[in-house]
């Protein structure tokens, strides 16, 4: 019998509303605009990088600079001294801390946990996340919510701006949801492929299953 009851969606109205705001503070500040693409992970957008982990990153780096407006900027990046996933199980040591991000309007430093390296949309979406940061830092940081949602609204700011088929799949690789539950990200995916007019065959097509569906029945909400 409970097969007959439909589980309710669970973004509240509160956070729709929020998500919405937020999509047009984005526009107000450059961060969205109508030529925003769906950023897809491939190589269209990422050539493979080469080299040592700094290299890769480095490379990674330089190709979300661009999307996210902070291209004309100084970003330096050093790995964060972790212990190597082995050691971590062995010692029974966990850590959400993937990446941290410290500056100004004028550029800033990027630490990442270099064991994303074996997770690259995980680390990917970390990246765009940082340099959000950077973003935001040029803006009067006066986003919905203020201070106390930076993080929050800086996962949201990355979908904005095209990377959040990268930042949900980055979620699922990562096996953690960081600042923002995977179905918020599936519903400001669904807000910004509705607002871009992206065929949603598109995002689901490069997505996870289980992040496919999120997105699916965000979609049907909005409908």
Request: hydrophobic share 40%; proline share 6%; aromatic share 8%.
């Amino acid at each position: 019998m409970f097969g007959l009851f439909k589980a309710s969606y669970d973004v509240s109205e509160d956070m729709q509303g929020w998500i919405e705001d937020s999509f047009d503070w984005a526009e107000d500040n450059g961060i969205l605009t109508p030529q925003t693409p769906l950023i897809l992970p491939t190589k269209d957008y990422f050539p493979a990088p080469k080299g040592s982990a700094d290299e890769v990153v480095a490379g990674l780096v330089d190709n979300l600079k661009p999307m996210l407006g902070v291209d004309d900027l100084d970003i330096s990046i050093a790995p964060l001294e972790v212990l190597p996933d082995e050691l971590r199980h062995q010692y029974g040591v966990t850590s959400d801390v993937a990446g941290t991000w410290q500056g100004d309007h004028e550029g800033g430093l990027i630490r990442y946990d270099p064991t994303l390296i074996r997770r690259p949309m995980a680390l990917i979406s970390m990246l765009a996340h940082e340099l959000m940061h950077q973003r935001m830092a040029r803006t009067m940081r006066d986003w919905p919510g203020g201070e106390p949602a930076e993080e929050l609204a800086t996962d949201l700011y990355v979908i904005a701006a095209g990377l959040g088929v990268i930042q949900m799949t980055g979620a699922d690789q990562a096996g953690w949801q960081g600042y923002m539950r995977q179905s918020t990200r599936a519903h400001a995916l669904a807000v910004f492929v509705t607002r871009q007019n992206i065929a949603t065959e598109t995002a689901l097509a490069n997505l996870p299953a289980r992040a496919g569906k999120q997105l699916s029945r965000a979609l049907k909400e909005l409908d």
